[in-house]
């Protein structure tokens, strides 16, 4: 239970926090942004007084941008860690894409001269995956297009530019490089020490392969032994070393958790080699997918979506764990300012909880 509420706690899921969206933004290291609500919801959930329109102006203003990082998916991460742990997430993303599909379509061609001439094209205006690949497919006629475009994608720092991403506002994902998006601001290369640190003050304490899983870092042990003089070390009930930064802070195994409801791919559920931490009676599956999730007690208690026309919206929470009368009026309390929060201008909104 002590790992349970004290990754609450760093995850500001156990008490609402006064901190300014951005800076809740950097200290989680990014989130999940494949859905571009997301990071609304997850936000919403531990911020109080969470203003939306204050990280779309964020984004707006480059401060934080949406591009590939974290095990190949899109993050919406500060300006300054996007510049600071991109590089040091290459060799992730260049072992990813030798081992995906798009590698084997393009088997033996020589990648260099494909992302200079990606470099080139998207700094000159952002494009769509589309646009890239046939512009690419026009100059390797041999080849297939789909591929060149995502090996641009995987091996290139992109990012997708506003206003998709923004508060009540939409564009299809368009794209240009970090460099070009953030011409002018300083850059500063992190390094591998300071992503794994930044793991542990958001999720850990940790096992090695608990961050292998969050960051697919190639060779965790030698980083983790290049931080000894810098991490405490414990051990869990399994007798596994657990690594964490000097002055992590750890939640009272009795405070009480309250209900918070979480985005379909929040991190939370995905920095972990070994969930239990998080998850009870209720696992994370494929039966989540296209839906948001939500804890009760601190773990995994079941599943929401949100279904929305111009003019209503409907929240559909489907409770999988064993909750008694109290706790599900609790749900149903926090459900109903998740809807409003998230359909404020609907002339309807209607709540299910199921079972009934």
Same mark, same amino acid.
Do not use: C
């Given at each position: 239970?002590?790992?349970?509420?004290t @990754?609450?706690?760093r995850?500001?899921?156990?008490?609402?926090?006064?901190t300014r969206p951005?800076? #809740?933004?950097?200290h989680?290291?990014?989130?999940?942004?494949?859905v571009?609500?997301?990071p609304?919801?997850?936000?919403?959930s531990?911020?109080?007084? &969470?203003? *939306?329109?204050a990280?779309?102006?964020a984004i707006?203003?480059?401060r934080?941008?949406r591009? +590939? $990082? @974290?095990?190949?998916t899109?993050?919406?991460?500060t300006?300054?860690?996007?510049?600071?742990?991109r590089p040091?997430l290459?060799?992730a993303?260049?072992?990813?894409f030798?081992?995906s599909? &798009?590698?084997r379509?393009?088997?033996?061609?020589?990648?260099?001269?494909? @992302?200079?001439?990606?470099?080139e094209?998207?700094d000159?205006?952002p494009? /769509?995956?589309?646009? @890239?690949?046939?512009?690419?497919?026009?100059?390797w006629?041999?080849h297939d297009?789909?591929a060149?475009?995502?090996?641009?994608r995987?091996l290139v720092?992109?990012?997708?530019? !506003?206003p998709r991403?923004?508060?009540?506002k939409t564009?299809?994902?368009?794209?240009?490089?970090?460099a070009?998006?953030?011409?002018?601001? *300083?850059?500063r290369?992190?390094?591998?020490d300071?992503l794994v640190l930044?793991y $542990?003050?958001?999720f850990g304490?940790? +096992?090695?392969?608990?961050?292998?899983?969050?960051s697919?870092?190639?060779?965790?042990? %030698?980083?983790?032994?290049a931080?000894?003089?810098?991490l405490?070390?414990?051990?869990?009930e399994?007798?596994?070393?657990?690594?964490?930064?000097?002055?992590?802070?750890f939640?009272? *195994?009795? +405070?009480?958790? !309250?209900v918070? &409801?979480?985005p379909q791919?929040d991190?939370?559920? $995905?920095s972990?080699?070994?969930?239990g931490?998080i998850?009870?009676?209720?696992?994370?599956?494929?039966?989540?997918?296209?839906h948001?999730? &939500?804890?009760?007690?601190?773990?995994?208690?079941g599943?929401?979506?949100l279904?929305? /026309?111009?003019?209503e919206? %409907?929240l559909?929470?489907?409770?999988?764990?064993n909750?008694?009368? #109290?706790?599900?009026r609790?749900?149903?309390?926090?459900?109903?300012?998740?809807?409003?929060?998230l359909a404020?201008?609907?002339?309807?909104?209607r709540?299910?909880?199921?079972?009934?």
């Amino acid at each position: 239970m002590t790992l349970n509420r004290t @990754l609450l706690a760093r995850q500001l899921l156990l008490e609402r926090s006064d901190t300014r969206p951005l800076d #809740a933004v950097a200290h989680l290291v990014g989130m999940q942004s494949q859905v571009p609500l997301d990071p609304y919801v997850g936000l919403w959930s531990r911020l109080r007084d &969470f203003d *939306p329109d204050a990280l779309g102006r964020a984004i707006l203003e480059r401060r934080a941008v949406r591009m +590939t $990082l @974290l095990r190949v998916t899109l993050h919406l991460v500060t300006s300054d860690q996007a510049l600071r742990f991109r590089p040091a997430l290459q060799k992730a993303l260049e072992r990813a894409f030798a081992s995906s599909a &798009f590698a084997r379509e393009l088997g033996g061609l020589d990648l260099a001269p494909v @992302l200079e001439r990606g470099v080139e094209l998207l700094d000159r205006e952002p494009l /769509t995956t589309a646009q @890239l690949r046939a512009r690419l497919g026009e100059e390797w006629p041999d080849h297939d297009g789909n591929a060149l475009a995502y090996a641009v994608r995987y091996l290139v720092p992109l990012v997708q530019i !506003p206003p998709r991403g923004v508060w009540g506002k939409t564009l299809q994902p368009t794209m240009t490089t970090l460099a070009a998006w953030l011409e002018g601001v *300083p850059a500063r290369a992190g390094t591998t020490d300071e992503l794994v640190l930044a793991y $542990l003050r958001a999720f850990g304490p940790a +096992t090695a392969a608990d961050i292998r899983a969050w960051s697919w870092l190639a060779d965790v042990r %030698s980083a983790v032994e290049a931080l000894r003089g810098r991490l405490r070390t414990y051990r869990d009930e399994r007798g596994r070393v657990l690594y964490d930064v000097e002055d992590g802070v750890f939640a009272d *195994p009795s +405070t009480p958790a !309250p209900v918070r &409801f979480l985005p379909q791919f929040d991190n939370v559920f $995905l920095s972990h080699a070994d969930r239990g931490r998080i998850m009870g009676e209720v696992v994370w599956d494929h039966s989540f997918m296209h839906h948001g999730a &939500f804890l009760a007690d601190g773990f995994l208690a079941g599943r929401w979506k949100l279904t929305r /026309t111009k003019a209503e919206a %409907s929240l559909d929470v489907d409770i999988r764990a064993n909750v008694r009368a #109290a706790q599900r009026r609790r749900i149903r309390d926090e459900a109903e300012g998740l809807l409003a929060f998230l359909a404020s201008d609907a002339s309807a909104r209607r709540l299910e909880l199921s079972p009934s």
